[in-house]
């Protein structure tokens, strides 16, 4: 999804469907100033009061919308900063938290047709690289052939935990989840686990992070 929609970033850098009323804006952030500038616990504290100063002279200094986008999402990090701050009030979160809830749906959607792009690729993709993904998960993470049980057990809890992230925010994954998932299915079976395979599972979970660490800031500095 986010792929799909960020080869467009100017004309989607804010939502369509929110219109930006710089008049509200400036009111959020001049509201949101005292909490972040108390209680943001993080280094970007500064930056994200830098940002609340550039939303507050409105669209005269906002020479796109990717750059009001920006700003906006350091407001809400230094928001979401301060509903974690254990030393801000449960009404000063509660006032935090009803801040980023009105800034949010301006930076934080998803159009129907990237819904509907992202479903299509995913089904299209599954359709075409199936079998290794099915030869993996249903024959090289244990030593015995995964079985109909073992298969609904494991997608039950990958439901249910997904699920679970999408109330709490917390970021997950549903590879690990149902690798994991059936992982477990074999230890609870006896059949065992294939550790060749789950040693080059963990090696490509390991080295994924800092190698498109990597080939990100390299696209960044090239395309800069």
Known sequence: MLTIIGLMPAAFALNPQVPVQYDVIRQDVQAARPLVSEFDRYSFKADALASIDRLEKGAEIHASPAETRGDIYQVLSGLRSVTSNPAASDAQKKEAAALAKKLRP???????????????????????????????????????????????????????????????????????????????????????????????????????????????????????
């Open 106 to 224: 301006t930076v934080e959607y998803a159009p129907f047709w990237v819904r509907l792009l992202s479903a299509l690729c995913l089904g299209v993709g599954t359709m075409i690289g199936y079998r290794r993904i099915v030869q993996t998960l249903g024959e090289g993470i244990g030593k015995a052939h995964l079985n109909p049980a073992q298969g609904a057990a494991s997608e039950v809890v990958g439901a249910g935990l997904i699920m679970t992230a999408g109330y709490t925010g917390l970021p997950v994954s549903t590879t690990h989840i149902i690798t994991s998932g059936v992982a477990g299915t074999m230890v609870a079976s006896g059949s065992g686990i294939n550790m060749h395979m789950l040693t080059k599972i963990a090696l490509a979970w390991l080295f994924t992070l800092p190698v498109t660490i990597t080939v990100s800031a390299l696209l960044f500095y090239v395309l800069t």
